[in-house]
């Protein structure tokens, strides 16, 4: 086999899995990325716990950053008034109204639905998007939970690049990104408000300057205030 041979078969390899393997692999790497996005969101361990560096504060929202290797992984955190868990994290997992809080996003379609918690999902980001972004492409799986407190949780990362492949093959035009162990938390307080942490850690693949990758918490403080727009605008009363 000759050396471009060799290098296109590597670059190129996938795995095919039964549904059922899917489902108990998923499953078991979600568990790992729920229990680190409920550290992420406890408040006794939040100001200087477990690395966390406040870059700002504002309109109510704290932006985050824990340097844990590379990439860095950011979190926002914030309050939101008169609106309940299930109403916030039903307008932030919708995936027909992405677009609208994340003006990157080119496309976003469920792939697979493993169970009724349990989903894979193809975030598509086109030219137009910022260099971050830019002709990425992400394979990740969405699990959602509700803990025994009435907390909800959203955990949200890329499948294992051979698992992507053999799932939905990569466009020719495209850079196949990595989400990391990302999502969100969304705790009920009094009078049917609650607290928010939404937590993002990205490897965007292919070469992009340091700088850019690091001012992803811009693109989170976008994220957060278009989410909080479309939350407190859309017409629900909280009770689901």
């Not at 229990?35 to 504060?57: H, I, M, N, T, Y």
């Not at 985050?64 to 309940?84: D, M, Q, T």
């Amino acid at each position: 086999m000759s050396t471009s041979s060799a290098t296109t078969t590597a670059t190129s390899r996938s795995w095919s899995v039964s549904e059922d393997s899917l489902r108990r692999y998923v499953s078991y790497a979600s568990e790992s990325c729920i229990q680190e996005l409920l550290s992420a969101s406890d408040s006794s361990r939040a100001e200087g716990g477990d690395g966390w560096k406040v870059l700002a504060f504002e309109n109510g929202v704290e932006i985050s950053k824990r340097c844990s290797g590379s990439p860095h992984v950011f979190r926002g955190r914030w309050l939101l008034r008169s609106v309940s868990p299930q109403q916030f994290i039903t307008v932030a997992t919708a995936i027909d109204a992405a677009k609208q809080w994340d003006p990157d996003l080119v496309e976003a379609k469920y792939i697979k639905d493993l169970n009724d918690n349990l989903s894979i999902i193809r975030l598509r980001f086109g030219d137009a998007s910022k260099p971050l972004f830019k002709n990425r492409e992400f394979i990740v799986y969405e699990r959602r939970e509700t803990m025994d407190d009435g907390t909800l949780v959203v955990a949200v990362a890329s499948l294992p690049k051979e698992l992507a492949a053999g799932l939905q093959p990569k466009k020719n035009n495209s850079i196949r990104g990595l989400l990391l162990q990302s999502g969100w938390v969304v705790e009920k307080l009094e009078d049917d408000s609650c607290m928010v942490t939404y937590v993002v850690q990205l490897d965007p693949a292919g070469w992009l300057p340091k700088c850019f990758v690091n001012r992803l918490n811009t693109k989170l403080v976008m994220i957060i205030e278009n989410l909080k727009k479309l939350v407190q605008t859309c017409p629900m009363n909280g009770a689901m």
